[in-house]
């Protein structure tokens, strides 16, 4: 790199038009997830640093990753500076640039004025899953091709943190800004690797925020060849043995789900591993299954409160039969129902921690109708934060949110850029305007 700045024309003179650019966005991608590689995991995030520090003259870079309850972020600086034996210092989203980066999904840059430096904020996202922030300062302002690898690094930085993620605690030890009691830790293991996904034919995310007393929570959802497979569990008591209740319930679900059974198999299965291991204890939940080759849905609910669903503006209670709670030992079955699903809905799954009533509490109905434009990964987390600020973050019971935005069968193909359909143009009318995702 040349004083003046990075040297952005790698291909040379006799490239046609474009060419260095590409084989330059190529070069740093591919650059980027080796050296990263190469690094130990805890030192991959440096690695990615000094990285743009040497090809744009950065004079600062950092992650953020985004925390537990996603409303905040916890700055990770070099590696040798992270002290798992203190909290993370936690930077609060709401009305800063990082709420703004997170909600749009579109980096931004700011400055404080001539010759000063210019910050820059992209988002570090992955299939929606909002991962955290890459945020870097650089000498000058950037120009359009700066910010396009400045973007694909943060891209090609979600991978390198989901690859890595698994090898050290760094990257929990981020995420809690609080500390964990054993229930909590349990519950949240138990929670899919990302919150939130986006396919072609829908988008999905989860949120939950535990009550003081774990109230065994969970949610999970997971994408097959030809289906998408949803489900929102809740098992009674609190603390402990609500966390090992669940612990059954997800755990017989997943091991079925795996196996390839049915939705009345995998019901029946989390209904015989509570009965012969759960201790009389029982567990509400929703299993849901939608086809992605014909958009057909089956449905089991066993004793949960009935989804919402939001089509054309409005929002409606979907009413199908209920079932016995998983574990209760009284002869019962399950049934598979059907529910009324079409391109544009957006389906509102949560526990009952979403619907305890007291004077302040918000009306859920028209906040999903206020939230209809923001990406599922953002209203989850409005709806919970509206909960949570009602209940002035005291909460007697966990509260679990599940939306899913259904685009149809006949989108078969988005931007991995920015999650934009790319099979039609025009957007479902239940999220008209939604922010893009990644």
Not at 65 to 77: A, N
Not at 127 to 145: C, K, Q, T, Y
Not at 331 to 360: C, I, K
Request: glycine content about 8%.
């Amino acid at each position: 790199m040349t004083p003046e700045g990075p040297d952005r024309n790698s291909g040379g003179p006799s490239c046609p038009p474009g060419g260095a650019s590409r084989q330059t966005r190529a070069t740093t991608l591919a650059g980027t997830l080796s050296a990263a590689e190469a690094a130990a995991p805890v030192e991959s995030l440096d690695v990615v640093a000094l990285m743009l520090k040497q090809r744009l003259g950065a004079v600062s870079v950092s992650f953020l990753i985004t925390d537990f309850t996603g409303s905040s972020v916890v700055r990770l600086g070099a590696a040798g500076s992270i002290g798992t034996g203190e909290p993370a210092r936690r930077i609060r989203l709401r009305g800063t640039l990082y709420d703004d980066v997170i909600r749009t999904q579109q980096p931004a840059t700011e400055s404080d004025g001539e010759g000063a430096l210019v910050r820059i904020v992209a988002p570090v996202t992955n299939r929606g899953d909002a991962i955290g922030l890459l945020e870097l300062f650089l000498p000058a302002a950037p120009d359009a091709e700066v910010m396009r690898e400045i973007s694909e690094t943060a891209h090609a930085l979600a991978y390198i943190v989901i690859a890595n993620r698994s090898f050290t605690d760094v990257y929990q030890w981020a995420r809690r800004t609080t500390p964990l009691s054993l229930a909590a830790e349990i519950q949240h293991r138990l929670l899919p690797a990302s919150l939130a996904c986006e396919a072609a034919q829908f988008a999905v995310a989860g949120a939950l925020e535990p009550a003081d007393h774990v109230g065994g929570d969970t949610f999970d959802y997971v994408i097959d060849r030809d289906a998408v497979q949803l489900s929102v569990t809740d098992a009674m008591g609190h603390d402990v043995a609500a966390a090992l209740l669940a612990t059954l319930v997800v755990s017989a679900l997943r091991r079925a789900r795996r196996a390839g059974a049915s939705l009345l198999e995998q019901a029946l299965q989390a209904d015989l591993a509570l009965r012969e291991h759960g201790q009389r204890g029982y567990v509400t939940g929703q299993l849901l299954r939608i086809s992605l080759l014909d958009g057909g849905t089956e449905f089991v609910n066993a004793g949960h409160p009935w989804p919402l669903r939001m089509r054309d503006g409005h929002v409606q209670q979907i009413a199908p039969e209920i079932d016995m709670p998983f574990g209760v030992r009284i002869p019962h079955s399950y049934r598979v129902q059907r529910l009324d699903l079409r391109p544009g809905d957006r389906l509102v799954m949560l526990t009952d921690g979403m619907l305890e009533r007291n004077a302040a509490d918000p009306d859920l109905s028209d906040l999903i109708v206020r939230t209809r434009v923001l990406h599922p990964r953002e209203a989850a987390r409005t709806l919970i934060a509206a909960i949570v600020d009602a209940n002035q973050a005291r909460l007697k019971d966990d509260a679990t949110v599940i939306c899913l935005d259904w685009h149809g069968t006949g989108h078969f193909e988005r931007d991995a850029a920015t999650g934009a359909d790319l099979t039609n143009a025009s957007q479902p009318s239940g999220v008209k305007g939604a922010a893009p995702g990644r």
